[in-house]
């Protein structure tokens, strides 16, 4: 008998996609390697990004037409997304009726456009993934998490979302739910859930294109990667910038992706110009070889979960200098140079240092064996974990 799988995707709304949607697409064409039938929910934009990824599979539509663009950090385009969100949410429940018992399910995100109709639906073998933790209700209200807008909406959206989303998970008879940081374990054995029904998986990397990519002489003292937002640390970044340019000769900054115009006038003002390269969009093969061009990768964030783009630095040999805020040690251990949380002196110092070093040859990544790393974060790795654990539920929902 064909298996079979539904993934509930209605969280993408445009084809600009983010590091979940990708860590859900890497399952999926696990899935396809391993023999499953694929069928996703979701909207016309998922639909353009499978088609662009070439992910084989059957679209329930859950949308009449990809919603029009926004601006969702306004009040207004807040709403318009969340009634984009419900009418998706409405159409996949319609649907249910095209899954069997025997199907599995996977919910792509912690909302609850994605996991409730994975709950209500007949499927015997429920998966969810949690990506990362929403900020608390005080952080919400006192805003002492970066991530959390002024207006508070889309938080409070959040935090609702995440903490109905996993109770009525937890009371899935036969269910399985993939977390992204071990530090997520207690907070799921407190809601109830079994050591045999959580996975810890990897944000994903791509280790066999990194490895085929050649290294090129370090082109740039610095690279950074990531949105322009306050939760990124972009002030204690430009500030760094410039102080780096006042201290070292021929200095070179690479941005990659599309930051350019969100970033030029700051850039400017500043009177960077000259030492700043924007690369534009890059493809995941030009991506690894601008890591590999690159000194160090500078990484301010006030906040993250388990980013993929410091293990993209770590496995192309590109010292990181990051703030030592809560989330990174355990998933990154060693392979990181800390920095006290938020000390802009340091940071600059640190950074600083680390040029230098690698300018005279002096890799800290040298001294570290990678080996395994690169092992339990691979594709390849969390694919065979996805696997694993659906065999597993395979046989215990039957």
């Known amino acids: ?58 679209v329930t539509l859950t949308d009449s037409d990809a919603m029009p663009k926004t601006n969702t950090g306004a009040l207004g385009g807040q709403v318009k997304l969340f009634q984009d969100f419900y009418g998706r949410y409405r159409r996949t429940m319609a649907a249910l009726d095209s899954i069997g018992p025997e199907d599995f399910v996977y919910a792509t995100s912690d909302y609850w456009f994605d996991v409730l109709p994975a709950v209500r639906s007949a499927a015997r073998r429920k998966m969810m993934v949690w990506h990362m933790n929403a900020p608390g209700f005080g952080e919400i209200l006192t805003r002492s998490r970066p991530d959390v807008d002024a207006l508070r909406a889309a938080s409070l959206h959040y935090w609702a979302s995440q903490r109905h989303s996993l109770r009525r998970f937890a009371r899935c008879p036969h269910k399985h739910l993939f977390h992204l940081h071990p530090a997520m374990k207690p907070d799921l054995h407190a809601l109830g859930f079994r050591d045999d029904e959580m996975t810890y998986v990897s944000y994903g990397l791509e280790v066999t294109l990194n490895e085929s990519v050649p290294a090129p002489a370090r082109e740039y003292d610095v690279v950074w990667i990531g949105r ?26 690479l941005f990659i992706g599309n930051v350019k115009d969100a970033l030029a006038p700051e850039i400017a003002r500043r009177g960077l110009e000259e030492h700043v390269t924007f690369s534009g969009f ?41 703030y030592d805020i809560p989330n990174y040690r355990p998933v990154f251990g060693d392979f990181v140079r800390y920095v006290p949380a938020f000390d802009l002196a340091a940071f600059q110092a640190a950074a600083e240092d680390e040029i230098r070093k690698m300018r005279a040859g002096t890799n800290y990544l040298d001294r570290l064996s990678l080996t395994e790393f690169k092992q339990a974060n691979s594709w390849e790795t969390t694919q065979g974990k996805f696997l694993a654990a659906m065999e597993k539920l395979g046989a215990v929902g039957g």
């Not at 640390?233 to 780096?244: C, K, R, S, V």
């Not at 070889?289 to 993209?312: C, D, N, Q, T, Y």
């Open 1 to 58: 008998m064909t298996k079979r799988i539904h993934f509930f995707a209605n969280g993408i709304f445009s084809t600009s996609i983010a590091g979940g949607d990708i860590h859900f697409l890497k399952l999926a064409e696990g899935a396809v390697r391993a023999g499953y039938e694929l069928n996703f929910f979701g909207g016309h934009a998922l639909q353009e990004v499978l088609r662009k990824h070439r992910i084989p599979g059957t």
């Open 228 to 253: 322009v937002h306050r939760q990124k640390g972009i002030d204690d970044l430009l500030a760094t910038l410039e102080f780096l340019a006042k201290k070292l000769e021929n200095f070179r900054v």
């Open 282 to 322: 890059v493809s995941e093969t030009e991506k690894v070889w601008l890591f590999k061009a690159s000194r160090i990768f500078l990484m301010p964030s006030r906040h993250e979960g388990s980013p993929r783009v410091v293990g993209e630095s770590i496995i192309a040999n590109t010292p990181v200098v990051a």
